[in-house]
């Protein structure tokens, strides 16, 4: 990869990114001097060779002593232009972004998101138009950073509008991406929810009064209402839409006459 052929750094790349599939070989390459040189290839190599860097500085990433080194490389700054760049549904997002959420847990790779212009946005919009992985390590890097400085980043996070994404997050994504939202919408709250009271709280009356103190937060107090009010019949039709999904889908699987109770009746009858 120290070559001054183009062709040749960026075949050696792909090796990397093949060995890095491999658990035992990661360690290895972290320390073999690689990870400066897959940074470098992020900014002068082809997008095929911007892609295999990608994947492989990924892979790295996945062992902990491989962090360090990946953020001290300056990985940072051309993962958020590339990701500034990118279509936000693609693979390549997923990757970048699945990177920056582990690079979050460090104050210099929270800054690099937020000084870079546009940086901070373009995670929302994976957020917002993400594969279902993508967008869980989206609200993930946006959590992270929220958990570790509230008050520096919440207002950061609310200008940029992640407000209706993290809403249908709680209804659409995985459930720990659902989890996750739920945790980054209280901490964007004007009054956070430390504890919760002993007796059981509805997640419908939760996310009401969650949808509420943001809305009003973000525009006057009269117009909160309204928006929370809608922010949230947004969500019960996106959940009605998704069950309607689901029962269609299980109708496609159990047909009338053979459900599974029909099943089970007709084998008992014999």
Known sequence: MQSEDTNLREAAAAAILT???????????????????????LTSGSLQGKVDAVIALYN?????????PILAAGACLPLVLLLKDCK??????????????????????????????????AVVEVLEEGSIQAREHAVGALLTMCQSNRCKYRELILQEGVIPGLLELTVQGSSEAQEKARKLLDLLRNSPIRQRAASPTS?????????????AHVDSAEAGTENAKKMLNEMVQLSMEQSMRHLQQRAQVYPLDLSPTTCTTKVLSK
């Not at 060995?19 to 290839?41: F, Y």
């Not at 693979?91 to 870079?116: D, N």
């Not at 997640?203 to 103190?213: G, T």
């Open 60 to 68: 790295l990433s996945t062992v902990q002593e491989n962090l360090l």
């Open 203 to 215: 997640a419908s009356a939760i996310l009401q009064s969650i949808a509420y103190d943001i809305a």
């Open 88 to 121: 936000k549904s693609s693979k390549v997002a997923e990757k970048v972004i699945a990177l920056l959420e582990l690079l979050m847990a460090f104050e210099e790779g929270r800054t690099c998101v937020i000084k870079e212009e546009g940086g901070l946005l």
């Open 19 to 41: 060995l890095s599939a491999t658990t035992s070989n990661k360690s290895i390459i972290g320390t073999s001097g690689a990870i400066p040189l897959l940074v470098e290839m």
